[in-house]
């Protein structure tokens, strides 16, 4: 796959910090713990280009992962952790709701969440901002190997009824990292984005 050859580039502190917007982005995004490091890297085949964990809110910084010249996927940090103080999270809420807006390069928006509790507060906040940016979304349900084949279906249905709410370009899909499902579906969308 075309994304094996994703290599690190650059962390940032802050979205503030990445300053080159040349080219084309993807950024990654959702709660800690959703899965965000481990879907870049079952989506790059390499075990540890995006650090995880088992705590939530390991990734603090941005992690950005050049493919090419000019093609970038962005690990984001996590949000909604409990023990994060509130100044903080309110910080990063506004430099996320900025990057969304003024990114030029930025052209989808990845947003996992588990399977078992889709589309929180703080999910559906970041969906509207990239909708109303008019940056599309691909809702990825995460951990999708946690539930049977029928729950399965029965929660990817549900998320894609709410997402019509959205009103705006959000797919929504299944993935799990452990055992690859629903890859083909993020790389196709990926590629579109990447005008591959
Ligand atoms: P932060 O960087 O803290 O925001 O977390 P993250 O969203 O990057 O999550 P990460 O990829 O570090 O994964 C968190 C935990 O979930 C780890 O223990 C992973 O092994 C586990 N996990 C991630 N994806 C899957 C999956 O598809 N299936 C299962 N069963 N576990 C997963
Ligand atoms: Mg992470």
Do not use: C
Request: aromatic share 8%; net charge positive.
């Amino acid at each position: 796959s075309y994304y094996t050859k994703a290599k690190f580039f650059t962390s940032a502190p802050d979205i503030r910090h990445l300053k080159d917007d040349s080219g084309i982005e993807v950024a990654f995004a959702g709660r800690s713990n959703a899965g965000k490091s481990s879907a870049l890297n079952t989506l790059t085949r390499q075990k540890n280009l995006a650090r995880t964990s088992k705590t939530p809110g390991r990734t603090q910084l941005i992690n950005v992962f050049e493919l090419d010249d000019n093609l970038r996927l962005v690990d984001l940090p996590g949000y909604g952790f409990a023990k994060v103080p509130m100044a903080t999270k309110l910080k990063w809420q506004k430099s996320l709701g900025e990057y969304l807006q003024k990114r030029k390069s930025l052209k989808g928006l990845v947003v996992l969440m588990d399977i078992r509790h889709p589309f929180k507060d703080l999910d559906q906040d970041l969906i509207h901002w990239a909708v109303d940016a008019g940056i599309p979304v691909l809702a990825l349900l995460t951990k999708a190997d946690k539930l049977k084949s029928g729950k399965r279906k029965a929660q990817l249905l549900m998320a894609q009824e709410a997402a019509l709410a959205f009103m705006g370009d959000v797919t929504v899909n299944t993935f799990s990292s452990l055992n690859r499902h629903g890859l083909p579906e993020l790389e196709q969308m990926l590629d579109k984005w990447l005008g591959r």
